[in-house]
C-alpha cells in the first residue's frame, strides 16, 4: 500500500488540476492501492509544520519507506515516479 500526503496552499483551479493528474498516474501504476490525503497549509498548518512543508505544492510518500519528499512542479511524470521511488513498476491494464 502506498500512501501520500500532498500539501498544497489552497484548493485552487491548479491545485485540483495537479490532484487529478496525480490520482490518474496513481491508479495507472497502483490501481486502488494507495491513499492521498490532500492538505490545504491553511487548514492544517500544524501537520505541515511536522511535516516541514516549506513549499507547495509538496507531495509527501510516507509509505513504503523511507518517507521521500517532491517539491514544486509535479507535473513531471518520471520526475514523480523517480522521486517516490516507483518507477520500477509497469502499469496495471484494466480490463
Same mark, same amino acid.
Given at each position: 500500500?502506498? &500512501?501520500?500526503?500532498?500539501? %498544497?496552499?489552497?484548493?485552487?483551479? &491548479?491545485?485540483? =488540476?495537479?490532484?487529478?493528474?496525480? $490520482? +490518474?498516474?496513481? +491508479?495507472?501504476?497502483? #490501481?486502488? !492501492?494507495? +491513499?492521498?490525503? %490532500?492538505?490545504?497549509? /491553511?487548514?492544517?498548518? =500544524?501537520? #505541515?509544520? !511536522?511535516? @516541514?512543508?516549506? #513549499?507547495?505544492?509538496?507531495? %509527501? *510518500?510516507?509509505?513504503?519507506?523511507? %518517507? +521521500?519528499?517532491?517539491?514544486?512542479?509535479? &507535473?513531471? $511524470?518520471? $520526475? @514523480?515516479? #523517480?522521486?517516490?521511488?516507483? *518507477?520500477?513498476?509497469?502499469?496495471?491494464? /484494466? &480490463?
Amino acid at each position: 500500500m502506498l &500512501s501520500l500526503k500532498l500539501y %498544497v496552499t489552497g484548493l485552487t483551479p &491548479s491545485s485540483q =488540476q495537479l490532484i487529478q493528474q496525480l $490520482r +490518474t498516474l496513481l +491508479t495507472h501504476y497502483y #490501481a486502488d !492501492d494507495y +491513499t492521498l490525503a %490532500v492538505l490545504d497549509i /491553511f487548514e492544517h498548518p =500544524q501537520e #505541515a509544520y !511536522d511535516d @516541514v512543508i516549506y #513549499a507547495t505544492p509538496t507531495l %509527501v *510518500k510516507i509509505l513504503p519507506l523511507p %518517507v +521521500t519528499q517532491i517539491i514544486g512542479n509535479l &507535473s513531471d $511524470r518520471e $520526475r @514523480v515516479l #523517480a522521486g517516490l521511488q516507483i *518507477k520500477h513498476l509497469q502499469p496495471i491494464h /484494466f &480490463s
